[in-house]
């Protein structure tokens, strides 16, 4: 029978052992159940924050700690929310009751009061504040006289259309009670009293310039001397004067060396010099610095005839002799003399048009391609013979080998030579042909070539070695030797 699923939450029954059960039904059971099924939870007096808020989607919680009437919660996956929550009773007119109807209202429901339903009986004293007043509601006719007491009035709160025509008389005002803010910025002269305004009534920065006596042209207001005083105007009798302090007072003049600090002017303050130049002075006496140009490639600067100038390097001004590390080549004409052999280095002279005579020389041994054994000499005439001649280092004799002996070790020296031969008897390392057709009992053609037949010796014969039998049965017990070896055919 094929499965089924239930009419409310689809899950899948089966009402058979032999019904086909896969894991997709499975599955959609299990999906169906968390998103159809409503969860409960009753463990504490606040909804339960164990797992993540999401994992709650679905969910009831009835919360209490006591006997008295609890809360219950319904969780949407992302927060909680109370279900039926009753608000405490109000009263508006009557006995305060709870009440015993069964249905519930929300929280936030309100009732509207009827006119005149609330009576001054009603009121608490002191019960009704500002905020509970509408704007315009108390007029002058509800009020009796004289029940509008200083301690009603806020500090704020009486303003000039609260007051009559006419001026606030001096007696209203108490001492002290009118403040800078409250003073206009228009009070001439005739409002303040004689005298000097003391600096304690002048706030900070309240002075302006154009309130500041006038200055006379092209100055400054300071004070020049070196103690307290009035200011007064220090003033720039000249063009290019700049005000500094020149011993004690300060004063507008020309800047000289005691103005500038050492090292304060950078080279691009100075004036700009033409290319390849410098400043100097040229001359043996003080004056202005100006521009020595070097005009010639490979000039230097030097003192020459009593002044600086770029030129070229004059004996004169060599200190000492140029070593040889000094010079990277020298014109023929301008070496004297001859050169001593020891001025040569190696290999530097070629043979040919620039050499003549008669050169006898001899190469000594491992000079020719690196190889040691080997000798060059010649006749001593230029175009002569050489001779190449090599060394005896080998002594070994001829070997001729035959039969059974062969080559077995070769010795060479250093230089490639054989210096000596060994041979090897092989008849003593191995059977002959011969030796094998006598054991195997078989015989040895004129094409060497061994024929076997069945050895029919039941010891070893005439051998006193180790033996190998091939046969029928098992050789002779009585003549066995350690090592020896037979074949059943």
């Given amino acids: ?20 059960f896969t894991r997709t039904q499975m599955n959609t059971s299990h999906d169906k159940l968390e998103a159809l099924g409503a969860g409960f939870d009753q463990a504490g007096s606040t909804v339960p924050t164990a797992k993540a808020i999401a994992k709650y989607k679905g969910f009831f919680h009835y919360s209490t700690s006591n006997t008295d009437v609890g809360t219950l919660s319904y969780c949407n996956g992302a927060a909680w929310f109370e279900i039926g929550k009753l608000g405490s009773a109000v009263a508006i007119d009557g006995t305060l009751a709870n009440g015993s109807s069964t249905l519930v209202a929300r929280a936030d429901h309100k009732h509207s009061i009827s006119n005149n339903t609330i009576t001054n009986a009603m009121m608490a004293d002191n019960a009704i504040d500002t905020a509970e007043l509408a704007d315009n509601a108390v007029t ?51 409002k303040l009293q004689d005298g000097t305004l003391p600096i304690a009534r002048i706030a900070a920065g309240t002075v302006s310039l154009d309130k500041i006596a006038n200055s006379a042209g092209l100055s400054v207001i300071g004070r020049s001397a070196n103690a307290s005083g009035a200011i ?68 230097v600067l030097g003192r020459t005839t009593g002044n600086l100038t770029f030129g070229k390097v004059t004996t004169a001004q060599l200190d000492g002799s140029i070593t040889k590390d000094k010079i990277s080549s020298v014109n023929a004409s301008a070496v004297d003399g001859e050169l001593a052999a020891g001025n040569f280095g190696n290999d530097t002279i070629a043979l040919g048009t620039k050499t003549t005579g008669n050169y006898v020389g001899y190469l000594s041994p491992g000079t020719v391609g690196g190889t040691a054994g080997i000798g060059l000499s010649t006749t001593g005439a230029e175009g002569g013979t050489w001779t190449i001649s090599h060394a005896n280092t080998s002594s070994v004799s001829n070997t001729s080998n035959g039969n059974n002996d062969v080559v077995q070790d070769l010795v060479f020296d250093t230089y490639g030579h054989v210096t000596n031969v060994v041979s090897y008897d092989l008849d003593q390392r191995y059977y002959t042909e011969t030796e094998i057709a006598t054991q195997f009992g ?3 053609t004129t094409s060497n070539r061994l024929v076997y037949g069945l050895s029919t010796q039941a010891s070893r014969n005439n051998n006193t070695g180790r033996t190998i039998f091939v046969r029928g049965s098992e050789p002779d017990s009585g003549t066995f030797l350690e090592g020896d070896v037979w074949f059943k055919t």
């Fill in 1 to 20: 029978m094929a499965a089924s699923q239930t009419d409310r939450l689809e899950i899948f029954t089966w009402s058979s052992g032999a019904d086909t």
């Fill in 140 to 190: 002058t006719v509800k009020i009796t006289d004289a029940h509008v007491t200083n301690d009603k009035l806020a500090a704020s709160g009486l303003d000039i259309s609260k007051m009559t025509t006419g001026a606030l008389d001096v007696g209203r005002i108490g001492t002290g009670a009118i403040l800078n803010a409250k003073l206009g910025s228009d009070i001439d002269a005739g």
């Fill in 232 to 299: 007064a105007d220090i003033t720039a009798g000249n063009d290019n004067e700049v005000l500094l302090r020149n011993g004690t007072s300060l004063a507008f003049a020309k800047i000289d060396t005691d103005n500038i600090t050492a090292n304060a002017v950078d080279v691009e303050q100075m004036q700009q010099v033409a290319g390849h130049a410098i400043l100097g002075r040229v001359g043996s006496s003080p004056a202005n610095l100006t521009q020595i140009v070097a005009n010639t490639d490979n000039t």
């Fill in 442 to 444: 078989g015989t040895q």
